[in-house]
């Protein structure tokens, strides 16, 4: 087992500007817009900065620790399409599969064509579904929350809410999403949307496990990842942060979700949400991010190999166009500017167009309330910031950490 930690002078990172991190973002606590933010920084492969600032509980007086456990939302997105890959590794289909191949009602999807909610036309697809597709978001599926579609409405309406699905199951999912219409046929625009929960129905009937009994056997137990799943037991409910919303009209920071016994995360869900359920810890997450970066590899376990990451890693968008190129959507969890989109991940392609520092390459993705990650080969960079605050966008936290990661490379 390699050495984990090193010094930031030995890889080539200066300690004082990686101290400032804390310091940078302790502001946003003391002016009361976070209730606290966890950072860790490793550089080839070694832990070089792990810091928590503020709490996980306001008004109960916790601290942020460095076990606490987070809802990471979209930051599962990558974990279920790794999934999908192993099985993909084992010659289970291809990427070019028509999904109805495994999702038999999907066959007969449609795309929207105008009208209302209520009464609509639609039009045949131009081309099937593909696996690809909903790894790439380019399925012509949607998200309910984007408010920008009578499909979206139509979502809202079947009770399709991504993470906040309650009472159906993914098979129950996939068999109302066979009844509303496609935004548009696939491939032809990116669009954000419920297809890596598609993703994770997929895993369910390819390997013939459950979502989380696969997630848990494959992925979770052999990188050691022991506080990740889709609910927080009871005995580490107390470790739970609490989950935080700013209104977006009178820009005050409440509750949405306490850090006990009573979150929405202790009581299991029959929603296993693979583009949005999980929770986690930094450590936890960490591991998977350093599998990543080792090319599917930790202490001796292989989870993928080198080759499939590479697949994974490269801009899947046609004629290497850019999400911004392509895109269809009202919302997406990072930008889209200078940025493709691989199999799970988004691609750094331009840094100009992106208006980023960092290297080509990066690829990286975030979640809901405000956690992000990202893996810089180039630079041997991995970089993770966990906190508790919904929407994603409510603050500029994300640059704004990349810019003080990278203003401490130092060779």
Same mark, same amino acid.
Request: with cysteine.
């Given at each position: 087992?390699?050495? $984990?930690?090193?010094?930031?002078?030995?890889?080539? #990172? @200066?300690?004082?500007?990686?101290?400032?991190?804390?310091?940078?973002?302790?502001?946003?606590?003391?002016?009361?817009?976070?209730?606290?933010?966890?950072?860790?920084?490793?550089?080839?492969?070694?832990?070089?900065?792990?810091? !928590?600032?503020?709490?996980?509980?306001?008004?109960?007086?916790?601290?942020?620790?460095?076990?606490?456990?987070?809802?990471?939302?979209?930051?599962?997105? /990558?974990?279920?399409?790794?999934?999908?890959?192993?099985?993909?590794?084992?010659?289970?289909?291809? $990427?070019?599969?028509?999904?109805?191949?495994?999702?038999?009602?999907?066959?007969?999807?449609?795309?929207?064509?105008?009208?209302?909610?209520?009464?609509?036309?639609?039009?045949?697809?131009?081309?099937? %579904?593909?696996?690809?597709? $909903?790894?790439?978001?380019?399925?012509?599926? !949607?998200?309910?929350? %984007?408010?920008?579609?009578?499909?979206?409405?139509?979502?809202? +309406?079947?009770?399709?809410?991504?993470? *906040?699905?309650?009472?159906?199951?993914?098979?129950?999912?996939?068999?109302?999403?066979?009844?509303?219409?496609?935004?548009?046929?696939?491939?032809?625009?990116?669009?954000?949307?419920?297809?890596?929960?598609?993703?994770?129905?997929?895993?369910?009937?390819?390997?013939?496990?459950?979502?989380?009994?696969?997630?848990?056997?494959?992925?979770?137990?052999?990188?050691?990842?022991?506080?990740?799943?889709?609910?927080? /037991?009871?005995? +580490?409910?107390?470790? #739970?942060?609490?989950?935080?919303?700013?209104?977006?009209?009178? *820009?005050?920071?409440?509750?949405? =979700?306490?850090?006990?016994?009573?979150? !929405?995360?202790?009581?299991?869900?029959?929603?296993?949400?693979?583009?949005?359920?999980?929770?986690?810890?930094?450590? =936890?997450?960490?591991?998977?991010?350093?599998?990543?970066?080792?090319?599917?590899?930790?202490?001796?376990? *292989?989870?993928?190999?080198? +080759?499939?990451?590479?697949?994974?890693?490269?801009?899947?968008?046609?004629?290497?166009?850019? %999400?911004?190129?392509?895109?269809?959507?009202?919302?997406?969890?990072?930008?889209? @500017?200078?940025?493709?989109?691989?199999?799970?991940?988004?691609?750094?392609?331009?840094?100009?167009?992106?208006?980023?520092?960092?290297?080509?390459?990066?690829?990286?993705?975030?979640?809901?309330?405000?956690?992000?990650?990202?893996?810089? &080969?180039?630079?041997?960079?991995?970089?993770?910031?966990?906190?508790?605050?919904? &929407?994603? *966008?409510?603050?500029?936290?994300?640059?704004?950490?990349?810019?003080?990661?990278?203003?401490?490379?130092?060779?």
């Amino acid at each position: 087992m390699q050495q $984990l930690t090193a010094r930031p002078v030995d890889v080539g #990172l @200066d300690p004082d500007r990686l101290s400032a991190i804390p310091n940078f973002f302790g502001s946003y606590v003391d002016r009361g817009k976070l209730a606290g933010v966890s950072t860790l920084v490793a550089r080839d492969g070694k832990l070089v900065h792990f810091e !928590t600032v503020g709490m996980r509980d306001t008004a109960r007086g916790l601290p942020l620790e460095k076990d606490t456990i987070f809802r990471i939302y979209s930051m599962t997105k /990558p974990v279920t399409s790794l999934a999908l890959m192993m099985l993909y590794e084992e010659g289970r289909f291809q $990427l070019g599969h028509e999904v109805s191949r495994y999702i038999p009602e999907f066959k007969e999807l449609r795309v929207w064509d105008g009208g209302t909610p209520e009464s609509y036309e639609t039009r045949p697809l131009a081309r099937e %579904m593909t696996i690809r597709d $909903l790894l790439t978001h380019t399925s012509g599926l !949607t998200y309910d929350f %984007m408010h920008a579609h009578p499909v979206d409405s139509m979502y809202r +309406k079947a009770g399709i809410g991504g993470a *906040r699905t309650q009472g159906l199951t993914l098979k129950g999912m996939v068999e109302r999403l066979a009844e509303i219409p496609l935004l548009f046929s696939p491939g032809e625009h990116w669009n954000y949307s419920v297809s890596t929960d598609v993703c994770g129905y997929l895993i369910e009937v390819l390997s013939g496990q459950s979502l989380d009994q696969f997630l848990a056997s494959r992925i979770f137990a052999p990188l050691g990842m022991d506080d990740t799943g889709f609910s927080v /037991p009871v005995e +580490k409910a107390h470790r #739970l942060a609490t989950n935080y919303e700013k209104d977006p009209k009178t *820009r005050e920071v409440r509750v949405c =979700d306490m850090g006990d016994e009573t979150s !929405t995360y202790v009581q299991p869900n029959s929603f296993l949400s693979g583009g949005g359920g999980l929770v986690s810890t930094q450590m =936890d997450y960490f591991r998977f991010c350093r599998m990543l970066f080792n090319g599917g590899e930790l202490d001796g376990t *292989r989870l993928v190999s080198r +080759k499939t990451l590479e697949l994974m890693t490269m801009n899947h968008l046609p004629d290497d166009k850019t %999400m911004k190129d392509m895109d269809n959507s009202a919302f997406s969890e990072t930008g889209v @500017d200078g940025q493709g989109f691989g199999l799970g991940f988004s691609i750094l392609l331009d840094q100009a167009a992106a208006q980023t520092i960092g290297s080509p390459g990066i690829y990286s993705w975030g979640g809901a309330a405000s956690t992000y990650f990202w893996i810089d &080969p180039a630079e041997g960079l991995i970089a993770i910031l966990m906190t508790q605050l919904m &929407p994603s *966008r409510a603050y500029p936290l994300r640059p704004q950490f990349q810019q003080l990661v990278y203003g401490a490379v130092s060779d």
